[in-house]
């Protein structure tokens, strides 16, 4: 199982078990995932690092005093 947290606005738009699709954005020398309907943005990733999977399950919710993470889990 691999993890990836998501920078979020709004945590009420999530719950933990819910299932959720991911699509990937392609940058000079990165990548990154969006969460489906805009709702999430995760950090860059190097091309050995890629997501194989697209869709992941919510497993943890946090706010922190800059943002509001959702963790997801992907079968990977």
């Known amino acids: 199982m691999r993890t990836m947290?998501?920078?979020?606005?709004n945590l009420a738009a999530f719950e933990v078990g819910k299932e959720l699709g991911v699509s990937e954005?392609?940058?000079?020398s990165a990548y990154y995932y969006m969460l489906e309907d805009a709702l999430g943005m995760s950090g860059n990733f190097t091309s050995r690092e890629r997501?194989?999977?697209k869709r992941g399950k919510v497993v943890e919710?946090?706010?922190t005093p800059k943002f509001n993470i959702a963790v997801l889990e992907f079968d990977e």
Request: aromatic share 6%; net charge positive.
């Open 5 to 9: 947290e998501f920078t979020v606005e």
């Open 25 to 28: 954005g392609v940058l000079p």
């Open 51 to 53: 997501l194989k999977s």
């Open 61 to 63: 919710l946090k706010k």
